[in-house]
């Protein structure tokens, strides 16, 4: 038994969280709460053709095409169960989604899009941590409601768009 002990390798002890502990104590209260995941946007460079894939080829629930001229694109919502994808294609020469789309010629994601409960107390709590916001006012978007875009460099790489929900 000695030498059949020293031979087999001992197992790591498992941690396992305290149950006074819980992963909300380590979370700071905010006047504001992060929420559902809304859609997650891809850039793509022919419309038609990416409507096409998701409605006939996959068979989702597709969206009329619409016009964001203030955003300087046209959105199409691909209807998933438990989220969307929103697909943009550029409208005019300032569009950010043409200069995406200069960068990466067959597209790709462009943001992910998250509710929160209040937009305007989300704003002024991410100023004071430091975290760029891409306006100084929340923009009206896609859905018709209160949006802001944080800057990708402050996200990790991600640009991230907050909806008030």
């Known amino acids: 038994s000695g030498l059949l002990s020293r031979l087999q390798p001992s197992a790591p002890p498992v941690r396992t969280p305290s149950p006074s502990k819980s992963f909300s104590q380590n979370i700071p209260s905010c006047l504001w709460k992060l929420g559902r995941l809304n ?3 891809i850039a793509v460079p022919d419309l038609e053709k ?6 006939d080829v996959l ?3 597709v969206s009329e095409t ?3 001229p203030e955003h300087g694109v046209y959105t199409v919502f691909v209807e998933l169960g438990n989220t969307k994808l929103e697909l943009l294609h550029p ?3 300032k569009s950010p989604i043409a200069s995406f789309l200069q960068k990466n010629k067959t597209g790709g994601m462009h943001h992910i899009c998250i509710e929160v409960d209040d937009i305007k107390a989300a704003m002024t709590e991410l100023k004071k941590k430091k975290i760029r916001i891409l306006s100084e006012e929340p923009k009206i978007g ?3 409601k209160p949006v802001i875009f944080l800057h990708p460099k402050d996200c ?3 640009l991230v768009e907050l909806e008030q929900a």
């Open 50 to 55: 990416a409507q096409s894939l998701y409605k």
């Open 91 to 93: 409208l005019g020469e």
């Open 142 to 144: 896609a859905h018709g």
């Open 156 to 158: 990790h790489g991600v």
């Open 59 to 61: 068979g989702a629930q």
């Open 39 to 41: 859609h997650v946007a």
């Open 66 to 68: 619409v016009a964001l």
